[in-house]
């Protein structure tokens, strides 16, 4: 590397002939036609890095898009409860989701996840693990058994490090109880006197091995005005 000045107003313009002049001139053409291509390749990768910037938030906003779309459209509201949720993403797409569906009997289902890191990855592991839920629900009436067919599907799909946190919870208006089974994940019952009961997980996360140790489900009373809440971190 070097460093040098030519002044063109010297004093003594015998510091320079003819020569040295030309040779100086030349060269410093040769350093303002690098710094040109310099700033230019500069310009066009910049203009490249925004490109791909700009496509990279559309697909978050579009994956944000998908998944706000999967999320209850409205709250479930009978005699008997009523169920809302909401969900706040740190970005624009996440792994954190809940659902709640009203069976044909007047029982309740609210269910809540977290699948591990953020993005579009765990956004697609969570459309994904909903839609095996609601499948299995049709079909299904045993929280254990879903939970336990669940973490074999995803068994299948999730890579290595990866895991889902998963509660899921059964409201019987009929004969006042919560019906729950946790995998990684907890909950709160908030009741009415304002004591609190806790809804402990019973096993590991979903998608972590095959064996799922101590899954069994667990049955609370709640009583009117009772608040049964289920969250992400």
């Known amino acids: 590397q070097g460093f040098g000045a030519f002044a063109t107003e010297a004093v003594d313009r015998s510091l320079f002939d003819l ?3 030309l040779i100086i001139y030349a060269t410093t053409g040769m350093v303002l036609c690098g710094l040109l291509r310099s700033t230019q390749d500069a310009q066009r990768n910049h203009h490249e890095v925004s490109i791909e910037i ?5 697909k978050m906003r579009l994956a944000h898009d998908i998944q706000a779309g999967l999320f209850p459209s409205h709250p479930i ?3 008997h409860a009523a169920c809302i949720g909401i969900c706040q993403v740190a970005e624009d797409a996440s792994g954190d989701f809940f659902d709640f569906i009203e069976e044909s009997d007047g029982k309740i289902v ?9 993005g579009i990855g765990p956004a697609l592991l969570m459309a994904e693990t909903r839609a095996y839920v609601r499948a299995l629900l ?5 929280l254990v058994t879903i939970l336990r067919q669940l973490n074999q599907f995803l068994i299948e799909d999730i890579d290595d490090g990866h895991f889902v946190t998963f509660m899921i919870c059964r409201f019987d208006a009929g004969d006042g109880t919560i019906e729950y089974v946790g995998a990684g994940h907890e909950g709160l019952i908030i009741h009415h006197d304002g004591s609190l009961t806790k809804l402990e997980s019973s096993t590991i996360p979903l998608g972590m091995c095959q064996t799922m140790p101590g899954c ?10 009772d608040i049964i809440a289920l969250y992400t971190d």
């Open 138 to 142: 049709h079909n299904e009436r045993h």
């Open 110 to 118: 609210m269910m809540i996840g977290d699948v591990s890191g953020h």
């Open 216 to 225: 069994a489900s667990k049955t609370v009373n709640v009583q009117s005005k």
């Open 19 to 21: 020569q040295s002049f």
């Open 54 to 58: 700009e496509t990279a938030k559309g």
């Open 77 to 79: 509201e009978n005699r």
